[in-house]
């Protein structure tokens, strides 16, 4: 490999300096899922990251190897908190994705039509919501399972559960704070949240307000561009995170509530993509439970008679560094019980869309964490990410496990009704 002195002029030149803070120790190996199921060096945080290098000193070029490992990366970020050196790997791989994207490096099937999803119906709240109103006609005929059985066997568990369209109703544009009120919030409403998680959306909405909080659901904000940027596609997510970064600014928010963790933590990196407005977005974005933990729960809780495996959501943990409130929050509630786990902060397999694209290793990497899950035998799994949530209850089906699984801020609401 090239040293030294001669500027970097390969493909990839600009993430060089980033790719030098790895000292190849070797401490993230461990903590890699994809390391620990292939044991291939190149599928490590260490391997790729040597591939990066390679091909931006000029060394290798740009073709199908790195192609195929950061495609078959979960984008789990767990390299980022085993690393001593401080590599940033999330913002690596998110550049090299893109690079992989702009050369036509990756275009099987399956990458196309995410692709077309992400770019043509997941920004649009009308065509996602006319897609799963299709989508519940086909699970009233029993169509849907079919199709994926028929079509795709390796997807069939991981049809999303349709809500009642009861669920599916926007959030008010304030909901206003109950006793003496302490501030004004903003909540990010997300894309798909309205439409497959809006019982969480306005669960959060309802534990703000009772915490003292307005919490206004800012006009303009829509999809952040987290899938979309994950997935290679840099312009778009950049646009439409620049979008919400224009809505929130709007109004008179004292923090941005959000309760996707995927979402929440490519908010807390805007900086990086839009520079000074970004920065002030980036400022105010906390993650439900870290924003309620800080402030301070203060709303009287009922008794819930539960046993509960919380489980961290990659871009939770390892993305924005929240651990303990959601643990801390769950703890105060009377008779719940929070029982841990062997794999709390090992991905779950969905990473975004990467349960569709890579369906072999996300199983094989689901399976690891069931195994923890079936083990405490919990009456509910709480995690507190969309993802997180279909994946995990995939999990559920294919173990018959009894477990429900819920968004931590769920068993809250139904605790302090
Ligand atoms: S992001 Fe996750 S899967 Fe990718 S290299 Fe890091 S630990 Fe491995
Ligand atoms: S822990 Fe950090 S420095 Fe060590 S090999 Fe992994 S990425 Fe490189």
Same mark, same amino acid.
């Given at each position: ?8 002029? $390969? ?44 091909? @931006? ?5 740009? $073709? ?15 390299? =980022? ?12 791989? =998110? ?10 490096? %990756? ?8 692709? &077309? ?36 066997? %390796? ?57 003292? &909080? ?30 919400? @970064?224009?809505? &929130?600014?709007? %109004? ?13 933590? &490519? ?77 709390? %902060?090992?991905?779950? $397999? ?68």
């Amino acid at each position: 490999m090239a040293s030294g002195s001669a500027p970097p002029a $390969g493909p990839l030149a600009d993430l060089h300096p980033g790719t030098l803070d790895c000292v190849h120790c070797g401490l993230c190996l461990q903590h890699c899922p994809t390391y620990i199921e292939t044991g291939r060096e190149t599928s490590s945080p260490r391997g790729r990251i040597y591939l990066m290098r390679g091909v @931006a000193e000029g060394e290798i070029p740009l $073709g199908e190897v790195l192609a195929e490992e950061a495609a078959l990366c979960l984008g789990c970020r767990a390299c =980022e908190t085993a690393c001593p050196s401080g590599v940033r790997y999330g913002a690596l791989l =998110e550049r090299t994705r893109a690079r992989v994207a702009e050369a036509g490096l %990756d275009e099987r099937t399956s990458r196309r039509i995410e692709r &077309f999803a992400l770019r043509k119906v997941v920004p649009y709240p009308r065509r996602l919501r006319r897609l799963v109103s299709l989508l519940a006609l086909g699970r009233t005929l029993g169509l849907d399972r079919l199709a994926l059985r028929l079509l795709a066997p %390796d997807l069939r568990d991981l049809a999303p559960d349709v809500p009642p369209r009861a669920e599916r109703v926007p959030l008010p544009p304030v909901t206003p704070a109950e006793g003496a009120r302490r501030g004004r919030v903003g909540i990010l409403i997300g894309c798909v949240m309205p439409e497959l998680f809006g019982a969480v959306n306005a669960a959060t909405a309802r534990i703000l307000a009772r915490n003292g &909080f307005d919490v206004v659901a800012s006009t303009g904000q829509g999809c952040c561009g987290a899938l979309q940027a994950h997935a290679g596609d840099a312009h778009l997510g950049t646009e439409l995170l620049a979008r919400n @970064a224009q809505a &929130f600014a709007a %109004d008179d928010l004292d923090a941005l509530v959000v309760n996707s963790a995927g979402c929440g933590a &490519f908010l807390r990196e805007a900086g990086a993509h839009l520079g000074e407005a970004g920065e002030a977005l980036a400022g105010k974005t906390r993650d439900v439970c870290e924003f309620l933990e800080e402030a301070g729960w203060r709303a009287p809780l009922g008794e819930l008679r539960l046993r509960v495996a919380y489980d961290d959501p990659c871009h939770l943990v390892h993305g924005q560094g929240v651990a303990a409130a959601p643990r801390s929050l769950l703890a105060r509630v009377p008779g719940l019980e929070l029982v841990e786990h062997a794999e709390p %902060d090992a991905c779950c $397999g969905a990473a975004g869309t990467y349960n569709l694209i890579e369906p072999a290793m996300s199983a094989a990497v689901l399976e690891r964490k069931m195994a923890a899950l079936a083990a405490v035998d919990p009456d509910v799994i709480a995690t507190g990410n969309p993802g997180c949530i279909m994946q995990i209850r995939a999990g559920v089906r294919r173990r018959g496990l009894r477990a429900r699984v819920a968004h931590p801020v769920e068993l809250l609401d139904e605790a302090s009704r």
